[in-house]
């Protein structure tokens, strides 16, 4: 009798069928960002992200995405901040001259002052301003 030798048919690729454990990621996360919160704080966020059904840090990830910043005002913002103010100041005595005078003697001198306080509290909510 002979003796038949049997072969593997395995394709000669030179690569392995399996490498086996766990497969690679295509984007590492190296970068930490250490955040210092109150236990208060801790609490919330862990409550919030429990509700999600995601961890905390996952939660974080997709707060810092969803997030709008709106930038500290700039000095030319301050300005227009303590213009509105000095307008607040000069209504109230336009009110008070109105009591005192009647009504329509001051009716004009209201109707510009609304004009300027509307126009600043426009640019307050605008959105050029808070892309900056």
Known sequence: ???????????????????????K?????????K?????TEH???G????EAGMRISD??????KAARVIARLKPEDLQIM??????????NQLTKLAHRDGLLTVVRKCDGLMIEIDQALKYF???DRKDT
């Open 82 to 91: 303590r213009m509105l103010a000095g307008m607040a100041n000069n209504l």
């Open 35 to 39: 955040v210092r919160l109150t236990a």
């Open 43 to 45: 609490f919330m966020i």
């Open 59 to 64: 939660w974080f990830r997709a707060a810092a």
């Open 125 to 127: 909510n605008s959105d």
């Open 25 to 33: 990621i295509n984007v590492r996360r190296e970068v930490q960002v």
């Open 47 to 50: 409550a919030r992200a429990k």
């Open 1 to 23: 009798m002979e003796a038949e030798v049997k072969t593997a048919d395995r394709p000669t690729t030179g690569k392995s069928k399996h490498k086996g454990g766990r497969p």
